[in-house]
Nanobody, 121 residues
Framework: QVQLVESGGGVVHSGGSLRLSCAASGFIFSNYAMGWYRQAPGKERELVAGVGYTGRRKYYADSVQGRFVITRDNAKKTVDLQMNNLKPEDTAVYSC??????????????WGQGTQVTVSS
C-alpha cells in the first residue's frame, strides 16, 4: 500500500522560505518519479515540481521556476521541496505524489494528504 506523508508546512511571511518533506513507503521508491502538487482554494490542483527516478531530471512550473527546488534521496525514500522567496500566491495545500513510472512526464497516480502552506503579505 502506497503511503506518502508530508511535513514541513506552516505560516511564513512573504519572501520567506519553507522546506517540505515527504516520506514514502509501500513501493520501490527508487523506481518511480515523484512530484509535488498544490491546490489553492477555488483552484485546480497543479503540478509544482517533478523529479525523475534518478533525481537528475526535474520539472518546475513556470510560477515557481528559480524559487523552488525539488530533491530526492532514494536511500531514505524521501522527496523534499525547498521553497524560497515565497509569495502570497503560493498559499495552498501541498501534496507529495508518486509517479506512474520512472518518468514524471507519464503523470502521477498517488497523492498524500497534504500540508498547508500559508504565505502572509
Amino acid at each position: 500500500q502506497v503511503q506518502l506523508v508530508e511535513s514541513g508546512g506552516g505560516v511564513v511571511h512573504s519572501g520567506g522560505s519553507l522546506r517540505l518533506s515527504c516520506a514514502a513507503s509501500g513501493f520501490i521508491f527508487s523506481n518511480y518519479a515523484m512530484g509535488w502538487y498544490r491546490q489553492a482554494p477555488g483552484k485546480e490542483r497543479e503540478l509544482v515540481a517533478g523529479v525523475g527516478y534518478t533525481g537528475r531530471r526535474k520539472y518546475y512550473a513556470d510560477s515557481v521556476q528559480g524559487r523552488f527546488v525539488i530533491t530526492r534521496d532514494n536511500a531514505k525514500k524521501t522527496v523534499d521541496l525547498q521553497m524560497n522567496n515565497l509569495k502570497p500566491e503560493d498559499t495552498a495545500v501541498y501534496s507529495c505524489s508518486k509517479g506512474f513510472s520512472s518518468d514524471y512526464l507519464r503523470g502521477f497516480v498517488s497523492w498524500g494528504q497534504g500540508t498547508q502552506v500559508t504565505v502572509s503579505s
